[in-house]
Each structure stands twice: as structure tokens, then as C-alpha cells.
């Protein structure tokens, strides 16, 4: 599997435009900020100048503000705007920049906290996993001097009041939604103390989200005031980029076709990529994303080549369809025709105008006859050619009669 940086942009679908960014960004392994797109399903563009990233040291540094010194924590760091009241520190930062910057130091998403499906045996809590992470902040002082510190120095545990023990922090990497959006980004989650699957960087244990069993609180006597500048650095530990626990994510699309992290890959090709994948990351897991319209078919395949190739943690997920469902029949067809005439004839009664949605209708209907005329295209060139191996085999069986027969005394 290719993971030099130009083929983890091109693997990463939603990250390829924002990872590519960010590499280029740290030209000749310094630590340089980064300017880059905001991901797809933004129509603005955006830059995210608080984000450095440091290849040859393998760490990012982010820009944050302390958010809050009182209450007990869900988060160490939240998006600006979103949770600065249960989390200790903020940035402008979007959590997709902080995920697109640990793909380029190398490292794979893990896995979210999430309960055992084991059949047969009673669920248990299995905790995040994933590469593993140091966390630090540097800020400067009242008295003008540089200070840095592990950021546990700025916690303490809820119940006993104490300095946690030997805090350690995970990569597992939030999930991409139906809409193509990054769920971390919709919720502010950068890095969690209370287990979120939205989170881009989790604690390897449970810790529950309810207020009655918040583990985190500020250390007040060792942090600065609410409002001052920090930068938080987080480092890959050495292994990261061969952490047993990461994920792979298979999507298949309507006609059946599949990608792996968002790089077309063809069925024949499926369980080499699976074996090398395993091979680097050996309790290795898939998502599958499934589109509702593709086959069943379609799921058992790519479920008996991973099977094959050794990978058994798979989950599923049927996408949520976004699209209008096209009509199947004549009656279907003429109903919707009717809806479409009362809706346009009334257009004037309504806040919107229903032909927006016809427009976007028929750009939907166009993409879905391409994708058809295609296939349809692929299906004819590849009978033609079984017509044409068939022939030829049916000349050769004439030939070899014909000759048979001349030979006979």
C-alpha cells in the first residue's frame, strides 16, 4: 500500500485537498504554518494559519486560547465557538485540519470507543485505540517567560482531586457523514476526556460523557488565565505509523463499485491491499459504506475477500440516502409528473420556489442516466468481445474438423 504523501492525498478522499495542503506547507521539515481549503460541503474557502505542522519531528502545533479554568471537562480542546464550556482549551482550527495533519505524519485513524458485538458472549466496553499520542502546551507566563508543560499537568481528576496518572491520548479519527461532511467538524471536537466517536484524538480508556461521572477538572494553580494564547503540541509517539489498532474505510456506490479510503480499487485487487494493511496494523479493522441501492451482492462479495484475507472486524453501515429515489414504473412516473405541475402551478403560494428543486431534480436524473449509459456502454464493449472469443473458438473447432477430416486415409 503506497503511503508516501502524494498517495495518502489521493487514499483520503475528503483529506486529499487539506493533507496535500498541509505537507506542502512544511516545506523541508520545518515547522511552518499551514494554509489550506475547508472541506468539501464548505463553499467558502478558508485558511487555517494556526496549524503547524513539523514532519521531521513528527508533531503538529496548534494555536488555542484556555477556554475555561472552572467546571469539569468533556474536552481538552473544542473548535472555537462550540464547547468552550466543558473544555479546557480552544482553537480556530477545524478538527478535518488536525485529522489531515496526523495523516501526513504517517499515522492511521483508530478505533472509537464502542461496545463488542461478540456472538454469543455479553457486550463489553471496548476503549479507543489507535496510534499513540503525547500532548503538550506552551504559553508564556505573567512574567514573560517561556513555559512548557505535559497538558496533565493542567488536570486533575474529578473524584480524588489529584494529578492524573500517566495520561495518554489516541488517534482514532472522527467519521465521514452521509453528506460528505467530517462529523468532528460539525460538533467542534478536537480532543476528547469523556469518550466521543466525533473526536479526533480520544483518552485509551472509558470515561463517560454523563456529569455525574466527569473524571477531568482544570488544575487552576498550574495553568494561566482563561484567555491566554497557548499552542498545544501533539507528537506521534515512535511505532504510531504501525499502531495494531487503525481502520480502513470501503464505500460501495450503486453500481457496486468500491473504493478504499476514496481511491477506486478493483475486487481482484481488494485482499492483496487487505494482507498489507493487516500486516502493518495486525488487529486492523474495515468500515463498510454501503449506498442503499447497491446489491446484496455487492456487501457478500467485499465480505468474503476481506474474510479471505484475514480481516474479521468489519462493521457496516448503510448510508442514508440523500438523493430523490427515482420512479421504477410508468404509474410512478406519471404521479410524480402530476406532483411537479401542482407544486409549479402554485410556485406563487409558496416561500420557495419549487423550481429550484426541479433544477436539482434533473441535474440528479442527468448524473444517475450517465452513470447507467455507462454501464450500459461497459456491458456491450464486454459482449462484444465474449461474441468475439466465441467465434474465434467456433473457427478454430472448423478448422480442426475440417483438417481432421482431410487427413483420413
Given amino acids: 500500500m503506497d503511503m508516501g504523501y502524494a498517495g495518502m492525498s489521493r487514499r483520503h478522499g475528503l483529506f486529499g485537498v487539506l493533507l496535500a495542503a498541509v505537507v506542502a506547507a512544511a516545506a523541508a521539515d520545518a515547522p511552518t504554518a499551514a494554509t489550506a481549503p475547508t472541506p468539501a460541503g464548505d463553499d467558502q474557502a478558508a485558511t487555517a494559519p494556526a496549524l503547524r505542522l513539523d514532519r521531521k519531528n513528527r508533531r503538529v502545533t496548534l494555536d488555542a486560547v484556555v477556554a475555561q479554568r472552572e467546571d469539569a471537562l468533556e474536552f481538552l480542546l473544542c473548535t472555537t465557538g462550540t464547547k468552550e464550556y466543558e473544555s479546557l482549551l480552544a482553537t480556530p482550527v477545524k478538527p478535518s485540519m488536525l485529522h489531515a495533519a496526523l495523516l501526513a505524519l504517517d499515522l492511521r485513524p483508530g478505533k472509537s470507543g464502542r461496545w463488542s458485538d461478540r456472538e454469543g458472549a455479553e457486550p463489553v466496553f471496548l476503549p479507543p485505540a489507535g496510534a499513540k499520542l503525547a500532548l503538550s502546551v506552551r504559553w508564556t507566563d505573567a512574567k514573560g517567560a517561556r513555559r512548557e508543560a505535559p497538558v496533565s499537568d493542567w488536570l486533575i481528576e474529578g473524584a480524588s482531586r489529584a494529578a492524573p496518572k500517566a495520561l495518554s491520548w489516541v488517534f482514532v479519527g472522527s467519521a465521514i457523514l452521509d453528506d460528505g461532511s467530517y462529523w468532528g467538524d460539525g460538533e467542534g471536537h478536537h480532543v476528547s476526556l469523556a469518550n466521543f466517536a466525533s473526536s479526533v484524538i480520544d483518552v485509551p480508556f472509558a470515561s463517560s460523557s454523563k456529569t455525574a461521572m466527569l473524571e477531568f477538572c ?87 475477500i476481506l474474510n479471505d484475507a484475514g480481516m474479521t472486524e468489519v462493521s457496516f453501515r448503510t448510508r442514508r440516502l440523500t438523493d430523490e429515489v427515482l420512479p421504477r414504473t410508468a404509474d410512478e412516473a406519471a404521479r410524480a409528473v402530476g406532483w411537479w405541475r401542482t407544486q409549479l402551478e402554485q410556485a406563487g403560494e409558496q416561500l420557495i420556489d419549487p423550481a429550484d428543486d426541479a433544477r436539482a431534480l434533473l441535474k440528479h436524473i442527468d448524473n444517475r442516466r450517465k452513470e447507467i449509459e455507462a454501464l450500459r456502454a461497459l456491458w456491450g464493449d464486454y459482449a462484444s468481445q465474449l461474441k468475439t472469443l466465441l467465434a474465434q473458438r467456433e473457427q478454430r473447432e472448423e478448422r480442426d474438423r475440417t483438417g481432421s477430416g482431410t487427413d483420413r486415409p
Avoid at 240 to 252: C, H, L, N, Q, Y
Avoid at 285 to 299: G, K, N, S, T, Y
Wanted: net charge negative; no cysteine; glycine share 8%.
Fill in 218 to 304: 482544570p488544575n487552576r494553580d498550574a495553568m494561566p488565565p482563561k484567555g491566554t494564547p497557548v499552542e498545544l503540541v501533539i507528537t506521534a509517539l515512535p511505532g504510531g505509523e504501525k499502531a495494531p489498532d487503525a481502520r480502513v474505510t470501503f464505500t460501495i456506490d450503486p453500481l457496486g463499485r468500491i473504493e478504499m479510503d476514496a481511491a477506486p480499487i478493483l475486487p481482484e485487487q481488494i485482499g492483496a491491499a487487505a494482507r498489507e494493511f493487516l500486516a502493518r496494523h495486525s488487529r486492523g479493522a474495515a468500515e463498510v459504506i454501503i449506498d442503499p441501492r447497491a446489491l446484496a451482492f455487492d456487501r457478500e462479495r467485499l465480505t468474503g
